[in-house]
């Protein structure tokens, strides 16, 4: 037998090791298994097998289902990685689908790149690969091309994610920021804050046991279940980092129309509320990765809770404030108290308070 | 939610509210002035914003925003020496989180931070107490602020401390009382108040006894007052009510908290770890006698000041800010000649645009219309 042969009959022993070392980034043997072993096994689906430079999906594919692409990308960090209610791999899964679902598009592919900082366990990535794939499934997308690298200790907190996805929009849907009217209502499919009380929480720094899950999940069924029963529907937003009060700031600057909120008809958990009266927090500034905004005419506002209502993600869905003609880009808030208040953007972090 | 929704009851508020505009209509100002009441404590101007109350009020009765948010008044130079501190490289430098973006004359903590300072944001001393036993390389600093409502938690982390007998831990210690700078406030020429708001929180520490120079020298009605907004409204309603009838007294209206001789065993800790400065700076006010306390010299190996070489320097406010008139009741907030140009939240050139409690910020943030209606009113009035 020629020195060739046994070199290539040899048998492949894959690298196994419990945690991801520098190894792994350096695009050898120890990458490759790792791949295979994490990436590939949870992922499966026949785009991404060839483990090709690049994903090529037919575009004929994209053209059944549309006439537009929609194209978006996301980072993800986020401080535990695992937390009530989700980790970052479904947080990556979720938060790209529900980019491109808020614009009416139908979400296909997934492209997700890894930093990972050295000393991960790979039973942790494991774990949340495991997580984006379950994710992925509930969602009808598929992850299809992805990256890893390895850094040194310290040069990122335990691995950050980015997810970049493509879908594609249906001829009859146009949701645009700009077809807001004064007049319309605007609803919200549950309650707010879920997430963000959630992480904080989590975090486990402030020392306070909260029964709050993140809200977490994949918002492209309840979006479809609403776009069908009020196509006329104007405009669709995630109210994530920055939470309601951030996207109703927009909706009014980009739309220039004036917003008015109704504390009482603010739905909130009760758990949340109490959370954020201890901490001097206010909820309106609290993320949510399962909630959209919708904005509708008003005539069509009850079908549309309706449709909701139906989907189990929309089971809390209600009006939450109206479009008025007043002065453009300004958000209010009618207070439980009978008072009014302005609902600015906030300039940085919210901040507990003092005392 | 129990114990909160009852006082935030809008049936109740507007029965409230139509008592106050009564009340108020029957008494006689002079020269046909609003009856302008300060609300002593930051805690209050954030309600009075949040719930709107300044929108329900009649015109006859004007709130004043006072200095009551340790934040907003803290001078520069002593953020300066904050930075100073944490910008050493064997300190963790711990803060609550609403001082993390207060101006300094070079940068704020958060500029510290991410220039590589470690500081971290706590909820309490103890959380810096615990970061100082998991770290004994290392000395952890906690900025210790705010008023006799937070005093008695670093003062019980000192003692603390020194049961455990822990050394790598200190308090730079900025804490203020509030009796010297409302005396300061009275005694200022250009005072326009009738009554004041007390300071629920300071008030559940040091009691209502101190407060009693207010009515017996200065003649003036005041309510100590809870912080929910009903309670806000019906200590309004008091000091009204003492105005009309002619009284100056030291009500109480938050007595589910407040009681008269105050916390006895939080009095003890604070006296005995700290003692009062000769006088303390503050931010738009000046320096005023005995309005800060220091550690006492037995408890000298906690204090940040002795234990680093601090520069202590002395930062004049920056000439445009009017925040000290502001703080007395002298001007509005947006009477002030950078008032959303020159400092806004983004780049707050003074302290009271920074914090969530400072009017300025307030005002930015929650008030813009019930300022412009009293502008569009004034300037009716004016033509």
């Known amino acids: ?125 494991r774990r949340i690969a495991r997580s984006m794939a379950t994710a992925a499934r509930e969602a009808g997308v598929q992850i299809v091309t992805g990256d890893t690298k390895v850094v040194n200790k310290s040069a990122c907190d335990k691995m950050f994610i980015t997810t970049a996805g493509i879908g594609a929009i249906p001829a009859d849907v146009d949701l645009a920021i700009d077809c807001v009217r004064p007049g319309d209502l605007v609803l919200v499919n549950g309650l707010l804050g879920d997430h963000g009380a959630a992480i904080l929480a989590a975090r486990g720094d402030l020392a306070l046991e909260a029964p709050i899950a993140s809200d977490c999940a994949c918002l492209r069924g309840l979006i479809a279940a609403l776009l069908a029963a009020v196509p006329d529907t104007r405009f669709i937003r995630d109210p994530t980092r920055g939470g309601i009060a951030t996207v109703l700031n927009e909706i009014a600057q980009a739309a220039r129309v004036a917003i008015e909120m109704e504390e009482a008809s603010t739905p909130l958990r009760d758990e949340v509320r109490a959370f954020c009266e201890i901490l001097g927090l206010d909820p309106l500034y609290l993320a949510n990765e399962g909630k959209i905004v919708a904005v509708v005419p008003p005539e069509q506002a009850q079908q549309a809770i309706a449709a909701m209502r139906e989907h189990p993600l929309g089971r809390a869905a209600s009006i939450i404030g109206r479009v008025m003609s007043g002065e453009p880009g300004r958000v209010t808030m009618q207070t439980i108290f009978g008072g009014s208040r302005i609902v600015d953007m906030l300039v940085g972090e919210q901040m507990p308070r003092i005392c | 939610m129990k114990f909160v929704d009852e006082y935030r ?48 009020l009649p015109k006859s009765v004007e709130l004043v925003h006072g200095p009551g948010c340790p934040v907003c008044v803290l001078p520069m130079g002593r953020v300066d020496d904050c930075v100073a501190i944490a910008e050493r490289p064997e300190v963790i430098f711990t803060t609550f989180g609403d001082a993390m973006r207060v101006p300094g004359s070079r940068k704020s903590l958060l500029q510290a931070k991410a220039d590589g300072a470690d500081i971290r944001m706590v909820y309490s001393p103890m959380d810096a107490l615990a970061l100082a036993r998991r770290h004994p390389t290392r000395e952890v600093v906690f900025f210790g602020i705010g008023f006799e409502t937070t005093i008695p938690s670093t003062a019980l982390t000192v003692l603390q401390a020194e049961r455990e007998g822990i050394k790598n831990f200190s308090i730079f210690c900025n804490h203020i009382t509030i009796v010297p700078t409302i005396k300061a406030i009275l005694d200022s020429p250009d005072l326009r108040l009738d009554g004041f708001l007390g300071p629920g929180h300071v008030s559940m520490v040091i009691g209502t006894a101190p407060y009693e120079f207010i009515a017996r020298f200065y003649r003036k009605p005041m309510v100590v007052a809870g912080f929910e907004p009903l309670d806000v409204l019906q200590s309004i309603w008091m000091v009204l009510k003492q105005i009309k009838e002619g009284r100056c007294e030291i009500e109480n209206q938050y007595a589910r908290v407040v009681a008269k001789q105050g916390n006895d065993r939080a009095l003890r800790a604070v006296a005995r770890v700290y003692e009062l400065r000769e006088f303390f700076e503050w931010r738009g006010l000046g320096s005023i006698d005995h309005s800060g306390v220091k550690l006492r010299a037995a408890y000298a190996r906690f204090d940040a000041e002795r234990k680093f070489a601090v520069p202590n320097a002395k930062m004049a406010d920056p000439k445009s800010c009017q925040c000290g008139e502001v703080l007395k009741g002298v001007i509005k907030p947006w009477h002030c000649k950078v008032f959303g140009t020159a400092c806004t939240p983004e780049t707050p050139l003074g302290a009271l645009m920074v914090s969530s409690e400072g009017a300025c910020a307030a005002y930015y943030q929650y008030g813009g219309l019930r300022r412009q209606r009293t502008e569009t009113a004034d300037e009716a009035r004016a033509v």
């Open chain 1, 1 to 125: 037998m020629t020195i060739a042969r046994v070199i290539a009959n040899r048998p492949r022993n894959k690298v196994h090791v419990p945690t991801v070392t520098l190894a792994h980034g350096g695009g050898g043997k120890a990458m490759k298994d790792l791949i295979d072993d994490v990436f590939v096994e949870a992922f499966d689906n026949p785009l991404l097998a060839p483990l090709d430079d690049q994903a090529r999906p037919e575009l004929a594919g994209f053209a059944r289902l549309g006439d537009r692409l929609a194209f978006t990308t996301d980072s993800f960090v986020i401080d535990p990685l695992i937390f009530p209610g989700g980790d970052i791999g479904k947080l990556a899964v979720c938060g790209t689908v529900n980019d491109l679902a808020v614009g009416g598009a139908i979400p296909l592919y997934l492209s997700c790149g890894f930093i990972i900082e050295e000393g991960v366990s790979i039973e942790l990535l």
């Open chain 2, 9 to 56: 009851d809008p049936v109740k508020a507007r029965a409230l509210v139509q008592q106050i505009e009564a009340l108020a209509g029957s008494i006689k100002t002079s020269a046909d002035r609003p009856i302008k009441i300060m609300e002593v404590c930051g805690g209050h101007t954030h309600s009075i914003f949040r719930y709107g109350i300044e929108g329900m």
